[in-house]
């Protein structure tokens, strides 16, 4: 496991953490000391694996607020698949809704996709800035932690139940595990539910303004809303508009 004051034989400063934890997954050690010194000037506590095996362990114990996620990793266990493992995990608890943040050197569309799919919240192309992955994992936070809307605590659509207080969303009374903006992007639909709302409607309001991706973002999550939910979902396309719930 990488650790940042053994690695150059130096202590650094202390640095208050208070924001919770971050799990920083990342073989190159420049890369990750650079996250890890960015991140704990911001208040967080931070946790590095140097690959796939000690990064699920890490999730697995310390249920991190966030996770930041390389793709390239060495081994067997990729980025990739450290995010599947994790959306697959049992029981659907912390490690199967943690928020991760993946970081990835494939600038292809089909790469990007692919981790959206898995579960991944957001991505950062290497190179990138470490100011501005800051700014994405508050982001990030910002959602997953923020308050639920005005409104009833629960939102019915279908058989489907959005409780917006626990964060869950359960078929029939069984809870499905969500990522982060799954779970937003259904509380939004249900919360606007009977009306035909845009992508960039969608967009704006469960992504923000701060988003960086395209309207290809929705139909992936979209598309894994119908996978999770099935059936139970009265999810329809609007062709030429974008989505409609109920």
Known sequence: MLTHPSRFGVTLRPVQSDQGTIVVVEDDPNIADLVDLYLRREGFRVLLAGDGEQGMELVTRERPRLVILDVGLPGAVDG??????????????????????????????????????????????????????????????????????????????????????????????????????????????????????????????VWGPEWYGDDRTVDVHVRQLRKKLGDALPLATVWGVGYRLG
């Not at 991760?100 to 990007?112: C, S």
């Open 80 to 205: 990739l698949e450290v995010c599947r493992r994790l959306r697959g995990a049992a029981g659907g608890g912390p490690a199967a809704t943690v928020p991760v943040v993946m970081l990835t050197a494939r600038d292809g569309e089909v790469d990007r996709v692919l981790g959206l799919e898995l579960g991944a919240d957001d991505y950062v192309t290497k190179p990138f800035s470490p100011r501005e992955l800051v700014a994405r994992v508050k982001a990030v936070l910002r959602r997953a932690d923020g308050p639920p809307p005005a409104g009833p605590d629960v939102l019915k659509a279908g058989r489907v139940a959005v409780d917006t207080g626990r964060r869950e969303a359960s078929v029939d009374g069984v809870v499905v595990a969500l990522a982060t903006r799954e779970f937003d992007l259904l509380r939004y639909l249900a919360a606007h539910a009977g009306l035909a709302l845009s992508r960039r409607q969608l967009l704006d309001g």
